[in-house]
């Protein structure tokens, strides 16, 4: 009898066939699951990069607009700029592919003065294009 229960217990010490292919089963759904969800993780993060470079840009020629002491000639900063233009203000040599235009709209009438700028920049990795606006009243 003593026999019977130590055989049986030999028998149990390991594991069966098929519990190591359940586990197996489970530990590659798992390791699937945390190689897909680092894809995403990467692929944010690096839009992430581009969008906080982009609002740089942008932020960057709305404060340099903002500076500009003469209101009434706020209007020659419109236009389109690219990174690999030496003339763009400020500058954007550290953003290669990237573009930037800006509109400058004025609403003038009797009881207001107003210019609307808007900032728009392209390019690079971004998905969708970053805008950016601000309201400069008359002074």
Not at 20 to 28: G, W
Not at 90 to 107: C, E, I, L, Q
């Amino acid at each position: 009898m003593a026999e019977g229960r130590l055989s049986r217990a030999r028998a149990r010490r390991g594991m069966s066939l098929i519990e190591v292919v359940f586990a197996i089963a489970i530990l590659l759904t798992v390791l699937l699951a945390m190689t897909q969800f680092g894809r995403q993780f990467v692929k944010a993060e690096g839009q992430a990069r581009w969008v906080a470079l982009a609002s740089d840009l942008a932020t960057a020629r709305l404060e340099l607009i903002r500076a500009h002491d003469d209101y009434r000639t706020v209007s020659r900063y419109a236009g389109t700029e690219t990174s690999a233009s030496a003339t763009a203000q400020p500058t954007m040599a550290h953003a290669p592919g990237f573009s930037r235009t800006t509109a400058v709209t004025r609403d003038s009438t009797a009881t207001k003065d107003q210019t609307r700028v808007t900032v728009t920049v392209f390019g690079g990795g971004l998905v969708t294009p970053l805008v950016k606006s601000m309201l400069l009243a008359a002074p």
